[in-house]
Structure formats: structure tokens, C-alpha cells
T-cell receptor, first 109, second 114 residues
Framework: TQLLEQSPQFLSIQEGENLTVYCNSSSVFSSLQWYRQEPGEGPVLLVTVVTGGEVKKLKRLTFQFGDARKDSSLHITAAQPGDTGLYLCAGAPGGKLIFGQGTELSVKP | NAGVTQTPKFRVLKTGQSMTLLCAQDMNHEYMYWYRQDPGMGLRLIHYSVGEGTTAKGEVPDGYNVSRLKKQNFLLGLESAAPSQTSVYFC?????????????FGQGTRLTVV
């Protein structure tokens, strides 16, 4: 069974702070994805990382795929209250899309 | 553009009752998935389908059955509901292909079993 472990599970920070969320596995993934979910809604894709060592930037969000393709990280610079939500990493071994347990982020003004 | 539509959005069941959740997508996606979401557990895969007429078990399949008779629809059934099945259920769909399997989600169904 391929598992995705996220840390931390909860994160409460002040506006303007930086943060990093981690997604780790003992298995190799051909790609990893990051989704964001707001209360009462389904998750929405933020990014897909495919190549080991790849770095992708989405405004203040930076995503990195580990060299060995077993882990990924999400870094948010100067967090804003609008970043509040549940962040989920996901992988699709053989098309079976599985998720980590999520990181619940709260950014206070 | 409807995307992924789940029916119903809310439901309360008594223990032992049965029900079917319907998921419909209009994007001609091959893959469809059913998840349950509980606090602190992320999304756990119940069953999934890689094409019309095919289904497969996910991480937590016990107590659920599914059918994919038409490409656009994926049904999740609870034959005898239990309080442990109280959860928020999400359906998703995606194009085939493991590397860039972006999934599109419905709005969720909040199910309470009393």
C-alpha cells in the first residue's frame, strides 16, 4: 500500500509569516499533486509536479518534488487570511488517486 | 458547464436503511472515484472506476458497493447503513493517465446515520 503522510496536521499562523507543509512517502510516485479545499467545497487542484527535483511557483506558493520522487513540499511566503484552508497532497499509483490526511492552515489577520 | 454533480447534498438515514448516492460528470472523463472525508483523515478512497462497466476497491471499501453502467455516472450504494458511515462523501472524475490525473470534484454529500 502506498501511503502519503503529511505534516503538520494543523498550522495556525499570523498574516505575513512563512510556512512549509510536507508530504512524504516510502514509495516512489510518478507525480504528486497538491489540492486546496475550502469549507463546504470539494478540493481544487493547485499544481502537479512530475520530474524529480522540480520546482513550481504559483504566486506566493512554491512547490517542490523530491529528487527521489518520494516527497514533496509546499512553501507559502507571506501568508494571507485568504490562504486559509485544507491543503492535500495526492498521488495516483496506477490511476488510483490517493490523498494524504491533509494540513489544516489558519492564517489570522 | 456543470462539471461533477452529486445528488443528494444532505441526507439523514436510520441505522440499517439503504441509499444510493449519484455522481454525474459531463466532461467525458474515463476515471471516477468515490471518497469519504472525516476530520483529520483527509480523503479516503472507497471505490473507483477506470471506465464504463469496471469498478475496483479503494482503501476503505467495506459496507459500500458501486456501479458504473454509463460512462458519465458512478453510483455509490450503502446496503445497510451504520453510524460509522456518517461522513462527507465526495465524488471525483479525471481523464485517464497516471502522470497528470487532475481530478475534478463534486460539492459533496453530507450523510448522517443515526
Amino acid at each position: 500500500t502506498q501511503l502519503l503522510e503529511q505534516s503538520p496536521q494543523f498550522l495556525s499562523i499570523q498574516e505575513g509569516e512563512n510556512l512549509t507543509v510536507y508530504c512524504n512517502s516510502s514509495s516512489v510516485f510518478s507525480s504528486l499533486q497538491w489540492y486546496r479545499q475550502e469549507p463546504g467545497e470539494g478540493p481544487v487542484l493547485l499544481v502537479t509536479v512530475v520530474t524529480g527535483g522540480e520546482v513550481k511557483k504559483l504566486k506566493r506558493l512554491t512547490f517542490q518534488f523530491g529528487d527521489a520522487r518520494k516527497d514533496s513540499s509546499l512553501h507559502i511566503t507571506a501568508a494571507q487570511p485568504g490562504d486559509t484552508g485544507l491543503y492535500l497532497c495526492a498521488g495516483a499509483p496506477g490511476g488510483k488517486l490517493i490523498f494524504g490526511q491533509g494540513t489544516e492552515l489558519s492564517v489570522k489577520p | 458547464n456543470a462539471g461533477v454533480t452529486q445528488t443528494p447534498k444532505f441526507r439523514v438515514l436510520k441505522t440499517g436503511q439503504s441509499m444510493t448516492l449519484l455522481c454525474a460528470q459531463d466532461m467525458n472523463h474515463e476515471y471516477m472515484y468515490w471518497y469519504r472525508q472525516d476530520p483529520g483523515m483527509g480523503l479516503r478512497l472507497i471505490h473507483y472506476s477506470v471506465g464504463e462497466g469496471t469498478t475496483a476497491k479503494g482503501e476503505v471499501p467495506d459496507g459500500y458497493n458501486v456501479s458504473r453502467l454509463k460512462k458519465q455516472n458512478f453510483l455509490l450504494g450503502l446496503e445497510s447503513a451504520a453510524p460509522s458511515q456518517t461522513s462527507v462523501y465526495f465524488c471525483a472524475s479525471s481523464y485517464a493517465g497516471a502522470k497528470k490525473t487532475e481530478a475534478f470534484f463534486g460539492q459533496g454529500t453530507r450523510l448522517t446515520v443515526v
